[in-house]
């Protein structure tokens, strides 16, 4: 009964690869987003999804592509890999009115190598 | 620019006393306030919102928070910390006018000592 689910939790890969990550909800919510934690802890927004259609786009390479084939799903694919993509990245869903809360899933660890 | 600070990098506190987990923020008009747990290795957990009225709010765990307009500020209370509090705790901010975008702060690392 997972809200949030992510695949895979870890992604090990060598520089240049092309990965995908992917990410469910169970909620119903209309609303999908990814973002990125660095080794910091910073946690950032890279993109955000309301019923498919793309609304946030931050300033991401564009080696960065969402794709999202229904509401209940936003998937991230990644091209050309570098170091510096080396992070956790976890997506996260929201009903659609601003004060509604996110609920975040557990997270992907990707590492480049 | 519109921003969060969270000014402490680590808050230490001995297990049985009260903690404070400083938040201030930055944004034009009025926001809605967040704050989220980030225990290792899992994703952030929704602790409490204000979002209007009372400016002293409840949520999970025992945690609690005080809205100040004044101050524009947010911050985390719990009376009486406990060991399992231990964890990275992260305001944010959504401004009224952004059409979902969320800011978090750079976290402050809560450390329950025995």
């Known amino acids: 009964d997972t809200a949030v689910s992510q695949t895979p939790k870890y992604l090990v890969t060598q520089m240049g690869n092309d990965k995908s990550i992917k990410c469910e909800q169970n909620?119903?919510?209309?609303?999908m987003y990814w973002y990125k934690q660095d080794s910091k802890k910073f946690l950032k927004i890279m993109f955000s999804?309301?019923?498919?259609?793309?609304?946030i786009n931050e300033t991401v390479p564009n080696r960065f592509s969402p794709k999202s084939p229904d509401k209940a799903h936003l998937n991230l694919h990644i091209n050309s890999l570098e170091l510096g993509d080396s992070a956790v990245y976890f997506c996260?869903?929201?009903?659609?009115?601003?004060?509604?809360?996110?609920?975040f899933g557990p997270g992907t660890r990707l590492t480049v190598l | 620019a519109q921003s969060v600070a969270q000014p402490e990098d680590q808050v230490n506190v001995a297990e049985g006393n009260p903690l404070t987990v400083k938040c201030t923020y930055s944004?034009?008009?009025?926001?809605?306030l967040f704050w989220y747990v980030q225990y290792p290795n899992r994703g952030l957990q929704f602790l409490l919102k204000?979002?209007?009225?009372?400016?002293l709010v409840k949520g999970s765990y025992g945690f609690e928070a005080e809205f100040n307009k004044s101050q524009t500020s947010f911050h985390l209370k719990k009376p009486s910390a406990l060991v399992s509090d231990s964890a990275l705790y992260f305001c944010?901010?959504?401004?009224?006018?952004?059409?979902?975008?969320?800011?978090f702060g750079s976290g402050t690392r809560l450390s329950i000592r025995p």
């Open positions: 999804y309301n019923n498919k259609e793309l609304i």
């Open positions: 996260a869903s929201s009903p659609t009115d601003l004060y509604n809360e996110q609920f």
């Open positions: 909620l119903g919510h209309d609303t």
């Open positions: 944010a901010v959504r401004p009224y006018s952004s059409a979902s975008k969320i800011i």
């Open positions: 204000y979002i209007t009225g009372d400016n």
């Open positions: 944004v034009s008009g009025n926001p809605y």
